[in-house]
């Protein structure tokens, strides 16, 4: 029969405790693992397994308990960590999202809302299908093992200790919530670069026979000009995309130490 001392389980718990605290943070936030339709039991149990994998390469700070203040101290660093580099991450697939509502706003669908499974909440149909098509090429990419990879060798080049991120890392993780925007202009910039000189180009014709009702001809025929500008672009969204998923993990290796 195998027993175990308080101390024995107090250093089972030190060991463990802490990688996992990292790990679930960073799936809790990190793209296709913050998913709503995954169970957060499935969630809970995969962040465990990676844990225990990772547990015994990691070392656990010397002289500090899990529950004293500098054991809470070094479960909030390591929380920190884990959100910092699944936020990084996140936000490209917000940035092609916000680029297909952009879109849809300018080619007459943003009244077409569906449920969108990533985020769980309603979205443009052009912004759903720019979501699905870059989460299929993020795992095409092999992108959710990068991100496990990145976060795995993190723990060598930035240890759990007291000491986590320092404000140089802050400030790159809220100068990198600009792609946001710009990630979502190289998106949509063609489309409704397109779409406006389809727009020019009603206007000057209702100016040439006023007498033509417009809204009933130009709707159908701005509508048909997006779906084929959204055709014509897919290979310059997955292009953007896979130029801002290079960028992110180069920020993800940096932020962890790891180098470029």
């Known amino acids: 029969m195998i027993t175990l001392h308080p101390g024995q389980l107090e250093s089972l718990l030190t060991q463990l405790l802490w990688p996992f605290v990292r790990i679930a943070a960073c799936f809790m936030v990190a793209p296709i693992f913050s998913a709503p339709f995954i169970p957060a039991r499935v969630k809970i149990l995969l962040s465990l397994a990676v844990a225990l994998l990772v547990a015994p390469l990691v070392p656990a700070p010397a002289g500090i308990t899990p529950f004293s203040a500098a054991g809470l101290l070094v479960t909030l660093q390591q929380m920190v960590i884990g959100v910092a580099l699944g936020f990084c991450m996140q936000i490209l697939f917000e940035a092609v999202t916000l680029g297909g509502q952009l879109l849809a706003n300018s080619m007459g669908l943003s009244f077409a809302y569906n449920i969108d499974?990533?985020?769980?909440?309603?979205?443009?149909?052009?912004g759903e299908f720019y979501t699905v098509l870059v989460t299929l090429t993020f795992l095409a990419l092999n992108g959710h093992l990068i991100l496990i990879e990145t976060l795995v060798d993190g723990f060598r080049t930035l240890p759990v200790g007291t000491t986590g991120m320092g404000p140089d890392a802050?400030?790159?993780?809220?100068?990198?919530?600009?792609?946001?925007?710009?990630?979502?202009?190289?998106?949509?910039?063609?489309?409704?670069t397109a779409l406006l000189i389809v727009n020019v180009a009603f206007g000057v014709i209702s100016r040439a026979a006023p007498t033509l009702n417009?809204?009933?001809?130009?709707f159908p025929?701005?509508?048909?000009?997006?779906?084929?500008?959204?055709?014509?672009?897919l290979p310059a969204?997955?292009?953007?995309?896979?130029?801002?998923?290079?960028?992110?993990?180069?920020?993800l290796r940096g932020l962890s130490g790891l180098g470029v």
Do not use: D, N
């Not at 710009?182 to 063609?190: F, I, M, T």
């Not at 969204?237 to 920020?251: D, N, P, Q």
């Open 117 to 126: 499974p990533l985020h769980g909440t309603s979205t443009p149909a052009v």
């Open 170 to 192: 802050i400030w790159t993780i809220v100068g990198w919530g600009a792609q946001i925007f710009s990630g979502a202009l190289a998106v949509a910039l063609p489309g409704v």
């Open 214 to 218: 417009l809204f009933s001809v130009g």
């Open 221 to 233: 025929v701005s509508l048909i000009c997006g779906l084929l500008i959204v055709l014509a672009g």
């Open 237 to 251: 969204v997955l292009s953007s995309f896979t130029r801002l998923l290079e960028e992110g993990v180069m920020l």
